[in-house]
Nanobody, 124 residues
Framework: QVQLVESGGGLVQAGGSLRLSCAAS????????MAWFRQAPGKEREFAAA????????YYADSVKGRFTISRDNAKNTLYLQMNSLKPEDTVVYYC?????????????????WGQGTQVTVSS
C-alpha cells in the first residue's frame, strides 16, 4: 500500500511558476507508475502528466505540454511537478496518483492510490 501527500500549491500570478511535490510512504514507491491529475470545481478530473516507475518515460496532456515537467526521485520517495508559464485556467486542485499496471495510463480509474490534493490558484 502507498500513502500519498501533496504539497507546494498556492497562489501565483499568471506567468509564474510553482513546484508541486508528492511524498509517498513505503518502499514500494519505486515500483509504481505515477501521475498528476487535476480537477476544477464542477468539472471532471483530467490527466495532466505521468511518469514510469523508472522515470525513463514521461507523458503530458496537450494542455500542459511544454510548460509542466513531471519527475521523480525514487531514493526520496517523491514525485514532482514543475509548473512554468502558469495560466489562470491552471487554477485547479492537483492530485498525485499511483498505479502498478503494465503500462502507464491516462485514465484515473486505472490508479490505485490518490493523495488528498493541493490547490493551485493563478491570478490574472
Amino acid at each position: 500500500q502507498v500513502q500519498l501527500v501533496e504539497s507546494g500549491g498556492g497562489l501565483v500570478q499568471a506567468g509564474g511558476s510553482l513546484r508541486l511535490s508528492c511524498a509517498a510512504s513505503g518502499r514500494a514507491f519505486r515500483t509504481y507508475h505515477m501521475a498528476w491529475f487535476r480537477q476544477a470545481p464542477g468539472k471532471e478530473r483530467e490527466f495532466a502528466a505521468a511518469i514510469t516507475w523508472s522515470g525513463d518515460n514521461t507523458y503530458y496532456a496537450d494542455s500542459v505540454k511544454g510548460r509542466f515537467t513531471i519527475s521523480r526521485d525514487n531514493a526520496k520517495n517523491t514525485l514532482y511537478l514543475q509548473m512554468n508559464s502558469l495560466k489562470p485556467e491552471d487554477t485547479v486542485v492537483y492530485y498525485c496518483a499511483a498505479e502498478r499496471g503494465r503500462f502507464v495510463s491516462r485514465l484515473g480509474g486505472e490508479y490505485d492510490y490518490w493523495g488528498q490534493g493541493t490547490q493551485v490558484t493563478v491570478s490574472s
